[in-house]
């Protein structure tokens, strides 16, 4: 039983233009959520995190929405640049804990010049 | 997060070899934390160090898989006997006090023939 699941193996998106990856979760234990950027050989970065006591956080470019009683977040970039190409990994937690974080399979992100 | 070393960054084993994985945390940070990452799939917690202390091992398997953080050195994941379906990205993460966040290593690449 996947407990995170990323739907969309891939997104291509116009340089400028919105992108919005999404997430689904199904343990109500989660009380954190974390979204992971990777380029090919390396490791995850961190890019943004949102408690379950808020339903928006915004860092730059970058927002995360939570919507608790969907137990649905979304990662929105705007706007998107062709440096944004990579694999987006939505992860989350019990217990404010960002370690043993369960993740999803990753949404490749490709963003047109 | 160049902090967190691992090597060797590609490791080629053949059926019934031993592997070692080392992580470097970064420096200051106590907990480590090891994923696996099989193709085409999300990040899976394997286990969870502190110094001298594995803290939770629930994601690891029960035979051929072992992992230390001893009080000075690397933490090491060791995999006994290996099979083909060990073959996945091996990634170890570290964070300090403040859980919001983890850093993941460059991962190892593991590859047995």
């Known amino acids: 039983d996947q407990q995170v699941k990323q739907n969309s193996p891939s997104l291509s998106v116009q340089e400028g233009r919105i992108s919005i990856l999404n997430c689904d979760y199904t343990?109500?234990?989660?009380?954190?959520f974390l979204w992971y950027k990777k380029y090919p050989a390396e490791g995850p970065t961190f890019l943004i995190s949102?408690?379950?006591?808020?339903d928006k956080n915004e860092d730059g470019r970058f927002t995360v929405f939570l919507n608790k009683s969907a137990k649905h977040l979304s990662l929105h970039i705007v706007p998107s640049q062709p440096g944004d190409s990579a694999v987006y990994f939505c992860?989350?937690?019990?217990?404010?804990?960002?370690?043993?974080?369960?993740f999803g399979d990753g949404t490749t992100l490709t963003v047109k010049p | 997060n160049a902090g967190v070393m691992q090597n060797p960054r590609h490791l080629v084993r053949r059926r019934g070899q031993e592997a070692r994985l080392r992580c470097s945390p970064m420096?200051?940070?106590?907990?480590v934390y090891w994923y696996r990452q099989l193709p085409e799939e999300g990040l899976k917690f394997m286990v969870y160090?502190?110094?001298?202390?594995?803290?939770?091992e629930s994601g690891m398997p029960k035979e051929r898989f072992s992992a230390e953080f001893p009080k000075e050195g690397p933490s090491i994941l060791r995999i006994q006997q290996v099979v083909r379906g060990d073959s996945a990205a091996y990634f170890c993460?570290?964070?300090?006090?403040?859980?919001?966040?983890?850093?993941f290593g460059p991962g190892t690449r593991l590859l047995v023939l």
């Open positions: 992860a989350a937690t019990a217990n404010t804990n960002a370690g043993k974080s369960t």
């Open positions: 993460a570290s964070f300090g006090q403040r859980q919001e966040t983890q850093y």
């Open positions: 160090l502190q110094k001298e202390n594995i803290i939770d």
């Open positions: 343990n109500s234990m989660f009380d954190y």
């Open positions: 420096k200051g940070h106590s907990h």
């Open positions: 949102i408690s379950s006591i808020k």
